[in-house]
C-alpha cells in the first residue's frame, strides 16, 4: 500500500485506462488552473491529527484516467478494484444502494437468506430463552443458516476502501444507502460530502448471555477505519438511520430487534483520523474508538482522533467512547430536542487509560438532559473539560460529573497532553451560530469552488 502525499506531476498522456462498467473517466481541465477543484483538496497541514504521518490527501494526486464518476454499488466497487492503491477519486452521483445486485435492482433480506434455511419465525422459536436458556450462545442449524445469510449480504453491501482514494459526493444530494465502506488496514482516505443512510444488519444475533437481559446484536458500521487504517478525513457527511429509526423496532425476548451498529467506527490500532464539519442525527452509536480494555488488539500508542466542528443531533451515546488514544474534541455543536427518538446516553465516554480534551463545545439541551450525564465512566482515570457551555452558559462539565459520582467513579484533570494540531478553535458560544449552515453536505463539485474547509 502507497501513501501518496506529496504533490505528484501529473502528464496528461499517462495513466488514461477504461473505466469500470457503467462509470465514466474524467479528464479534470481545472488541474492546470488556479482553483483547485473539490475533489482534489487536501486536509489542510495542521487540521487535526490526520496532517501527520505525511498528512491525508487521498487521490488528490490521481492522474485523468482514475477519475471515477458512479452511480452504482457495482460501480463503485468496480473503480477501487480497479484503481488499487494508485491515487483515485470515485463521485457519487444520486443514491447508491448498497443492497443492490449488480445492475443496481434492490435487494431484500429475503432474497440474502435465500437457500440458507433461515428464517425469523424459525431462529426466534429455536433460541427462545424458554426453550434454548441464558446460559450458551446460539448453535447448530438455525444459527448457522443466520450466518450464512448474513455473510451474504456483507459480501453485497460492505465496501472496501483501498488506499489513496478520495470518495466525494457530487452535490449535496449524493448518498450512500445502506452501504458501509470498510478501510481496513489501508492509509490516505478521503470520505466526505456524503449522505450516510439506512445502514441496517438484516440478521441480528441473538445473544442470551450478553448483559442480564440478553441482547441483538448486529454488525456494518456506516465507516470502518480498523486493522491499522490511518491518515483518515472524515468531512461533510450526514450519518442518519432514516428512514430505519431504532423506536422503530419490534422486540423479541424482551429486548429491541437492534439492526444498527456504529457510524464511524476507529479500532484495532488505526490511527491519525480527523473527523469534521459532519452532521450525526438521530443514531444511538457514534464513534467507538477503541476495540478492547485489553492491550494486545494493537491500540496503545494509536488512536489518536481529533473531532472538531460537528453537529450531533439527538444521539445516543459515544462522541467519542474513547479506549487507549487520544481524542481532541473542540467546537462541536450536541443538540437534544424533547421529542427525540434516541434516549440519550453520553457524549464522552471514558474508557481505559484513554486521553479525552474537551474544549469550546456547544450543548444546546432541554430539561431532560443535565451536565452531570454528558460523561460516563468506562473504566478510564482522567479528561480535561475547558470552556464549554450549555445553553450558552460556561459549566465546568468534569465537575459537575464528579459531583453525581461515586467516589470509586471519580476522574481527573488529564494534565499528560496537550493538542496542538488545530484549526482555529472558536468561543463556544459562537458555534451553534458558526455551524447552522456549514456542516454535512454542503458541496457542489459541478461549481467547482472551495465553499468550506
Same mark, same amino acid.
Given at each position: 500500500?502507497?501513501n501518496?502525499?506529496?504533490?505528484?506531476?501529473?502528464?496528461?498522456g499517462?495513466?488514461l485506462s477504461?473505466?469500470?462498467?457503467?462509470?465514466?473517466v474524467?479528464?479534470?481541465?481545472?488541474?492546470a488552473?488556479?482553483r483547485i477543484?473539490?475533489?482534489?483538496?487536501?486536509?489542510p497541514m495542521?487540521?487535526g491529527?490526520?496532517?501527520m504521518?505525511?498528512?491525508?490527501?487521498?487521490?488528490?494526486?490521481?492522474?485523468?484516467?482514475?477519475?471515477?464518476?458512479v452511480?452504482?454499488?457495482?460501480?463503485?466497487?468496480?473503480?477501487?478494484?480497479?484503481?488499487?492503491?494508485?491515487?483515485?477519486?470515485?463521485?457519487?452521483?444520486g443514491?447508491?444502494?448498497?443492497n443492490?445486485?449488480?445492475?443496481?435492482?434492490?435487494?431484500?433480506?429475503?432474497?440474502?437468506?435465500?437457500?440458507?434455511g433461515y428464517?425469523?419465525d424459525?431462529?426466534?422459536?429455536?433460541y427462545?430463552?424458554a426453550?434454548? &436458556?441464558? !446460559?450458551?450462545?446460539p448453535?447448530?442449524?438455525?444459527?448457522? #443458516?443466520? %450466518?450464512?445469510?448474513a455473510?451474504?449480504?456483507?459480501? *453485497?453491501?460492505v465496501?472496501?476502501?483501498?488506499?489513496?482514494t478520495?470518495?466525494?459526493?457530487?452535490?449535496?444530494?449524493a448518498?450512500l444507502?445502506?452501504?458501509?465502506?470498510?478501510?481496513?488496514?489501508?492509509?490516505?482516505?478521503?470520505?466526505?460530502?456524503?449522505?450516510h443512510k439506512?445502514?441496517?444488519?438484516?440478521?441480528?444475533?441473538?445473544d442470551?448471555?450478553?448483559?442480564?437481559?440478553?441482547?441483538?446484536?448486529s454488525?456494518?458500521?456506516?465507516?470502518?477505519?480498523?486493522?491499522?487504517?490511518?491518515?483518515i478525513w472524515?468531512?461533510?457527511?450526514?450519518?442518519?438511520?432514516?428512514?430505519?429509526?431504532?423506536?422503530?423496532?419490534?422486540?423479541?425476548f424482551?429486548?429491541?430487534?437492534?439492526?444498527?451498529?456504529?457510524?464511524?467506527?476507529?479500532?484495532y &490500532?488505526? !490511527?491519525l483520523?480527523?473527523?469534521?464539519?459532519?452532521?450525526? #442525527?438521530? %443514531?444511538d452509536?457514534l464513534?467507538?474508538?477503541?476495540? *478492547?480494555?485489553?492491550p494486545t488488539?494493537g491500540d496503545p500508542?494509536?488512536l489518536?482522533v481529533?473531532?472538531?466542528?460537528?453537529?450531533?443531533?439527538?444521539?445516543?451515546?459515544?462522541?467519542?467512547r474513547?479506549?487507549?488514544g487520544?481524542?481532541?474534541v473542540?467546537?462541536?455543536?450536541?443538540?437534544?430536542?424533547?421529542d427525540?427518538?434516541?434516549?440519550?446516553?453520553?457524549?464522552?465516554?471514558?474508557?481505559?487509560?484513554s486521553?479525552?480534551?474537551?474544549?469550546?463545545?456547544?450543548?444546546?439541551f432541554?430539561?431532560?438532559?443535565?451536565?452531570t450525564?454528558?460523561?460516563?465512566?468506562?473504566?478510564?482515570?482522567?479528561?480535561?473539560?475547558i470552556g464549554?457551555?450549555?445553553?450558552?452558559?460556561?459549566v465546568?462539565?468534569l465537575?459537575?460529573?464528579?459531583?453525581?459520582?461515586a467516589?470509586?467513579?471519580?476522574l481527573v484533570?488529564d494534565?499528560?497532553?496537550r493538542?496542538?494540531?488545530r484549526?482555529?478553535?472558536?468561543?463556544?458560544?459562537?458555534?451553534?451560530?458558526?455551524?447552522?449552515?456549514?456542516?454535512g453536505?454542503v458541496?457542489?463539485?459541478d461549481?467547482?469552488?472551495?465553499?468550506?474547509?
Amino acid at each position: 500500500m502507497r501513501n501518496v502525499a506529496a504533490v505528484m506531476t501529473i502528464s496528461l498522456g499517462i495513466g488514461l485506462s477504461s473505466a469500470p462498467a457503467g462509470a465514466s473517466v474524467v479528464v479534470n481541465a481545472g488541474l492546470a488552473g488556479g482553483r483547485i477543484p473539490l475533489e482534489r483538496q487536501t486536509l489542510p497541514m495542521r487540521d487535526g491529527f490526520a496532517s501527520m504521518g505525511g498528512g491525508t490527501s487521498g487521490g488528490a494526486y490521481a492522474v485523468p484516467g482514475r477519475v471515477y464518476d458512479v452511480t452504482t454499488r457495482a460501480q463503485l466497487k468496480s473503480a477501487f478494484d480497479e484503481a488499487g492503491d494508485e491515487p483515485k477519486i470515485v463521485r457519487v452521483h444520486g443514491a447508491l444502494l448498497g443492497n443492490s445486485d449488480d445492475s443496481g435492482n434492490p435487494l431484500t433480506c429475503e432474497d440474502y437468506a435465500r437457500g440458507t434455511g433461515y428464517t425469523l419465525d424459525s431462529y426466534l422459536a429455536a433460541y427462545d430463552p424458554a426453550v434454548w &436458556g441464558w !446460559d450458551t450462545e446460539p448453535s447448530g442449524g438455525p444459527e448457522n #443458516a443466520r %450466518r450464512q445469510s448474513a455473510e451474504n449480504q456483507k459480501n *453485497t453491501m460492505v465496501i472496501e476502501v483501498p488506499s489513496n482514494t478520495t470518495i466525494i459526493g457530487a452535490n449535496p444530494k449524493a448518498s450512500l444507502i445502506g452501504l458501509s465502506l470498510r478501510i481496513d488496514g489501508e492509509r490516505n482516505v478521503i470520505v466526505r460530502n456524503l449522505n450516510h443512510k439506512a445502514v441496517s444488519d438484516c440478521f441480528p444475533q441473538w445473544d442470551p448471555t450478553d448483559g442480564s437481559d440478553g441482547n441483538w446484536n448486529s454488525e456494518y458500521d456506516m465507516v470502518q477505519i480498523i486493522n491499522g487504517a490511518s491518515n483518515i478525513w472524515i468531512n461533510h457527511n450526514y450519518y442518519t438511520d432514516d428512514p430505519n429509526f431504532d423506536d422503530q423496532a419490534p422486540m423479541y425476548f424482551g429486548r429491541p430487534f437492534q439492526q444498527h451498529d456504529g457510524s464511524v467506527d476507529i479500532t484495532y &490500532g488505526s !490511527d491519525l483520523v480527523t473527523v469534521s464539519y459532519n452532521r450525526f #442525527a438521530d %443514531r444511538d452509536k457514534l464513534m467507538l474508538v477503541g476495540s *478492547t480494555d485489553s492491550p494486545t488488539a494493537g491500540d496503545p500508542g494509536k488512536l489518536r482522533v481529533t473531532i472538531h466542528h460537528n453537529e450531533f443531533i439527538n444521539i445516543g451515546q459515544r462522541a467519542p467512547r474513547l479506549r487507549w488514544g487520544h481524542a481532541d474534541v473542540y467546537n462541536n455543536h450536541f443538540i437534544r430536542n424533547d421529542d427525540a427518538r434516541v434516549p440519550f446516553g453520553y457524549a464522552f465516554g471514558v474508557g481505559y487509560d484513554s486521553h479525552i480534551w474537551a474544549e469550546a463545545n456547544a450543548f444546546t439541551f432541554g430539561p431532560s438532559v443535565d451536565s452531570t450525564r454528558i460523561i460516563k465512566h468506562w473504566k478510564g482515570q482522567a479528561i480535561t473539560t475547558i470552556g464549554n457551555v450549555i445553553n450558552r452558559r460556561k459549566v465546568d462539565l468534569l465537575a459537575a460529573y464528579n459531583a453525581n459520582a461515586a467516589a470509586e467513579l471519580q476522574l481527573v484533570s488529564d494534565s499528560s497532553w496537550r493538542p496542538t494540531l488545530r484549526t482555529r478553535v472558536h468561543p463556544a458560544q459562537a458555534i451553534p451560530g458558526l455551524l447552522k449552515r456549514k456542516v454535512g453536505p454542503v458541496l457542489t463539485l459541478d461549481r467547482g469552488r472551495k465553499r468550506h474547509r
